[in-house]
C-alpha cells in the first residue's frame, strides 16, 4: 500500500496539467492537418505528399491578406478559399489523368507537386520569415507557466472546423455523395453521383483545411517555405494509426498520440517521447493494420 | 529591305558560290580542334592563364536550412563579381559551382563528390550546417581540396575533426562562449539553463557555454535539447522551470520558432533572455516582431552602423548586400552573418591563392601552406574587422558584438576584441 501511494507522490502533478493541455492543443491542430489528409486518401487513395504545402501556401496567402486587409479572420478565410481553389485545380490538372493507375504514379505526382510550390513559395517570398500577427494576445497563469490563449483559441477552432465538416458530410448533399462515394465509387457513379467532381471537391476541401491550419499555426512559428515538414510527418502516421480514410479515427488518434506524447515527455526528453509515436505506429501496423479507431466489421 | 536582298546575296555568295561548302566547313572544324587538342605545351600554358578558377560552394537552398543558405549564397556570389571585376585572381577569373545540399547530410555528401569528380573544382567555400559541414569534411580530405568553412560553427570541425584540408575564416563555438559567458555571468545572472538546438552545432556550443559560464563564476543548471526543425516546441519549453537567472538560447535556423515561443510561454518575463545572434538575425526579426525585444546575444556580426562598425568599408559591403538582398526577398532584409562570412571567406581564398601563386588542384599543400596563419586586415575584403587564421588548427578569431535587441534593431553593448576570443588549440592534424 505504502509503495503505491509513494508511485502517486512521485507523479509531477503540475507536468501532468500542464501536459495534458500541451496534448490536447497540439492534438487538435495536428487532428486539423491529418482530417485533410485523411478525406483525400479515403475518397480517392490518393496519399497527399503535398499536403504540407498547402498547409506553408495557406500561411503565405494568409500572411499576405493580413499585410493588405489587416484582419487575421479574413486572411484565415481567403487564404482557405485560395487555397482549396487550387487544390481543385491540381486535383483537375495533375490527379485526375492519373486516375485507375498505379497509386505509386499519384504518390510521384504529389510529390512533384510539393518540390515546385516549395521553390515557388522560396522564390515568390523569398528567404525571410514572415509573421502572421496573433488576433488575440495574454495569457493565463497555468502553475508555473503563462499560458498563451491563442494556443486554446487554435484548438477550439480546429475543433469547430473539424465538427463543420463533419455536418457537412452528415447532411449537406455533397457530404452524402462523399460518403457514398467513399464506400463504394462505381456504385456511386451508377446512381448518378459525379465522382470526378467529388473527387475534385475532396480535394479542395483538404487542401482548404490544410491552408486554415496554416493560417492558424502561423503566429507560433512564422512562416517559411518549409513550415509544413513537421506537421505533415506526423499527420501520417496520425492516418495511418486512425485508419486510413476515417475521419473520426484520425481526430481521436490525433489526440490519443498527442496526448501519449506529451505525458512521456514528463519523465523522458520530448525528442525521445517522440518515439512513443513511432511504437504506436509500428504497434497499429502489425496487431490492427486497418486503424486503431476503425470499428471492427461485422 | 534593299540591305535584306544584299544580306540575301551575300548569304548566297557565302554558301553557294563553291568555295565554302558544308563538307569544308564540317573540315575546317575538325582542323582547329585537332590544332587546338595538338598544340605545343607553352601554347596550352598560355591558353590555360584565361582558365577560370572553379570553386565550389555548397549551401542549403531547399530544406529547412534555405532560410539561412540563400542569403549565405549572396556573401559568396558577391565576393566572387567583386573579384572577376578586380582582374581575377593571379590574372585568371572565379567561376562559382553552386551544389544545393537540401539541408541534408547524405545528399551534402554526395554533391560534394560530385563537384570533386564531374566539375573538378579547385577549392570549396561554403558549408552552412555543422552536419552536413561533418558529412562533407572527408571528401573534401580524400580528394586533397582545399575547404574553406564559411558558415558551421561546429566545435569538432576545428578540434577533434580537423584535418589539414580544411580552414574556417570565421569564429567557433568555444570563442564565443569564451567572450559572452564573462558578460552572461557578470552583468545577467550566475545562473543559466541553456535550451539549444539538438544536433552538432547546438550541442558543442552548448559544452563549450558550460565550461566558459563555470569558469567564469556562474552555473549551468540544466539544458533542454530541441530537435532541428522542431514546429512545435512547447512540449519541451513547458519542462523549463526552476531557480535560475537567465535562459540562454543556441538556435540559428529555427530561431524564429523559439523566439516566438519562449515569449508566448513567459519564459522571457520570468528569465533573462540572451543567446546566439543568429536567434535574432535581422532576417528573423520581421518573423518575431516585438517578441525579440530585450534579447541580448552575441554575434560576429551586426548590420549597423555605429561604433567599430561605422566605417567606409562596412557601409559600401551593407550597402551593396542590401541591394542583392532585395533581389531574392521582396521584404528587402539587411545582411545577416552569413553573407558577411561567405563573402569574407572568398576574401580569404583570394589572399591565399595569391600569395600561394595557386593554379590549381596539384597546388593544393602550397595553397594550405599560405592560408596557414594567414592575415586579414579590416578593409572592403573584410569589413567585419581583423582576423587571423591560426596555423595549428586552421581556426580565425574574430571580434565579437554583444549587442541587445531595442526597438526592433541591433543596438551593440560591447564589443569584444579578438585576443579576448582566444581558445587553445585542440587539433591533432592526421598524418597525410
Known amino acids: 500500500m505504502s509503495a503505491i501511494l509513494e508511485i502517486f507522490a512521485a507523479i509531477p502533478y503540475d507536468q501532468v496539467l500542464i501536459q495534458t493541455v500541451n496534448g490536447i492543443v497540439t492534438g487538435m491542430i495536428l487532428a486539423l492537418v491529418a482530417s485533410g489528409l485523411t478525406l483525400i486518401f479515403g475518397i480517392m487513395d490518393v496519399v497527399n505528399f503535398a499536403h504540407g504545402e498547402l498547409f506553408m501556401l495557406g500561411a503565405y496567402i494568409g500572411v499576405v491578406v493580413l499585410a493588405t486587409t489587416g484582419s487575421f479572420w479574413l486572411a484565415l478565410l481567403i487564404a482557405t478559399l485560395i487555397v482549396a481553389l487550387l487544390g481543385a485545380a491540381l486535383q483537375i490538372v495533375t490527379l485526375r489523368p492519373l486516375l485507375g493507375r498505379d497509386p505509386l504514379t499519384t504518390i510521384l505526382a504529389t510529390f512533384g507537386v510539393s518540390l515546385v510550390l516549395q521553390n515557388y513559395a522560396l522564390w515568390q517570398f523569398g528567404p525571410v520569415a514572415r509573421k502572421i500577427q496573433e488576433p488575440i494576445t495574454g495569457s493565463f497563469q ?36 462523399i460518403r457514398a462515394a467513399t464506400q463504394d465509387r462505381v456504385m456511386a457513379q451508377a446512381m448518378g453521383i459525379p465522382v470526378p467532381w467529388v473527387h475534385t471537391g475532396v ?24 513550415m509544413g515538414l513537421d506537421w505533415v510527418l506526423k499527420a501520417f502516421i496520425v492516418v495511418v494509426v486512425g485508419g486510413m480514410g476515417n475521419l473520426g479515427g484520425s481526430i481521436a488518434a490525433a489526440v490519443f498520440i498527442s496526448l501519449l506524447e506529451a505525458y512521456a515527455s514528463i519523465w523522458v526528453s520530448p525528442a525521445q517521447a517522440v518515439i512513443v509515436s513511432f511504437v504506436v505506429l509500428i504497434l497499429t501496423l502489425l496487431i490492427r493494420p486497418t486503424g486503431l479507431f476503425v470499428p471492427t466489421p461485422k | ?48 592563364q584565361a582558365k577560370p578558377y572553379k570553386i565550389g560552394t555548397i549551401q542549403p537552398l531547399s530544406g529547412p536550412g534555405a532560410v539561412g543558405g540563400k ?18 585572381i593571379n590574372g585568371r577569373p572565379v567561376e562559382l559551382v553552386v551544389a544545393d545540399d537540401e539541408s541534408k547530410p547524405d545528399v551534402g555528401r554526395r554533391k560534394a563528390q560530385k563537384l570533386v569528380d564531374d566539375d573538378k573544382i579547385d577549392v570549396q567555400v561554403g558549408g552552412f550546417l555543422s552536419n552536413i559541414c561533418l558529412a562533407c569534411m572527408p571528401v573534401w580530405e580524400e580528394a586533397r581540396i582545399v575547404n574553406i568553412i564559411s558558415v558551421c560553427l561546429d566545435t569538432t570541425l576545428t578540434t577533434s575533426k580537423c584535418n589539414r584540408y580544411s580552414f574556417r575564416p570565421s569564429d567557433y ?24 538546438a539538438d544536433y552538432a552545432w547546438g550541442q558543442s556550443t552548448r559544452d563549450a557555454y558550460v565550461a566558459q559560464i563555470r569558469k567564469a563564476g556562474g552555473e549551468v543548471v540544466g539544458a533542454t535539447g530541441i530537435p532541428l526543425g522542431t514546429a512545435d516546441m512547447t512540449p519541451f519549453l513547458s519542462k523549463i522551470s526552476g531557480n535560475f537567472d537567465g535562459l540562454l538560447g543556441v538556435f540559428a535556423t529555427d530561431g524564429v520558432t523559439v523566439g516566438n515561443q519562449v515569449y508566448d510561454l513567459g519564459l522571457t518575463r520570468k528569465y533573462k533572455w540572451a543567446g546566439d545572434g543568429a536567434i535574432a538575425e535581422s532576417t528573423n526579426l520581421p518573423a518575431l516582431g516585438n517578441k525579440i525585444e530585450g534579447f541580448v546575444g552575441i554575434n560576429r556580426y551586426l548590420p549597423v552602423l555605429e561604433g567599430p562598425l561605422d566605417t567606409p568599408a562596412h557601409r559600401k559591403f551593407l550597402e551593396e548586400a542590401s541591394v542583392r538582398l532585395k533581389k531574392i526577398d521582396p521584404t528587402g532584409p539587411l545582411p545577416d552573418r552569413y553573407v558577411q562570412s561567405n563573402y569574407e571567406s572568398m576574401n580569404a581564398l583570394k589572399l591565399g591563392m595569391e600569395k600561394s601563386g595557386f593554379r590549381g588542384r596539384e597546388d593544393t599543400m602550397k595553397l594550405i601552406e599560405a592560408l596557414e596563419g594567414l592575415e586579414m586586415k579590416e578593409g572592403d575584403d573584410f569589413p567585419q574587422g581583423d582576423k587571423v587564421l591560426r596555423k595549428e588548427d586552421h581556426q580565425a578569431f574574430v571580434r565579437e558584438f554583444i549587442f541587445e535587441i531595442r526597438g526592433g534593431r541591433h543596438r551593440i553593448v560591447e564589443t569584444v576584441a579578438k585576443e579576448k576570443t582566444l581558445f587553445p588549440p585542440a587539433c591533432k592534424f592526421p598524418a597525410a
Do not use: C
Not at chain 1, 484548438?155 to 455523395?177: D, E, M, N, P, Y
Not at chain 1, 502561423?218 to 517559411?224: A, D, I, K
Not at chain 2, 548566297?12 to 565554302?20: M, P
Not at chain 2, 570563442?175 to 539549444?196: C, E, R
Open chain 1, 203 to 226: 480535394f479542395a476541401i483538404g487542401a482548404g483545411m490544410a491552408a486554415a491550419s496554416g493560417v492558424l499555426f502561423g503566429p507560433l512559428v512564422g512562416v517559411t517555405h518549409a
Open chain 2, 71 to 88: 542569403t549565405a549564397l549572396i556573401g559568396v556570389q558577391m565576393a566572387a563579381d567583386r573579384i572577376n571585376k578586380s582582374g581575377g
Open chain 2, 173 to 196: 563555438a568555444p570563442a564565443q562562449a569564451v567572450a559572452f559567458a564573462p558578460y552572461l555571468v557578470n552583468q545577467m545572472g550566475k545562473k543559466w539553463h541553456i535550451v539549444f
Open chain 2, 1 to 48: 529591305m534593299a540591305n535584306d536582298l544584299n544580306d540575301q546575296d551575300s548569304s548566297y555568295e557565302f554558301w553557294r558560290s563553291g568555295k565554302v561548302t558544308r563538307r569544308r566547313l564540317v573540315g575546317w572544324g575538325a582542323g582547329v580542334l585537332g590544332a587546338t587538342i595538338l598544340a605545343p605545351a607553352p601554347w596550352r600554358a598560355a591558353f590555360g
Open chain 1, 142 to 177: 497555468l502553475l508555473y507557466l503563462e499560458y498563451p490563449w491563442y494556443r486554446l483559441l487554435i484548438a477550439a477552432l480546429s475543433a469547430a472546423i473539424i465538427g463543420a465538416l463533419w455536418l457537412f458530410l452528415k447532411f449537406g448533399t455533397w457530404g452524402i455523395w
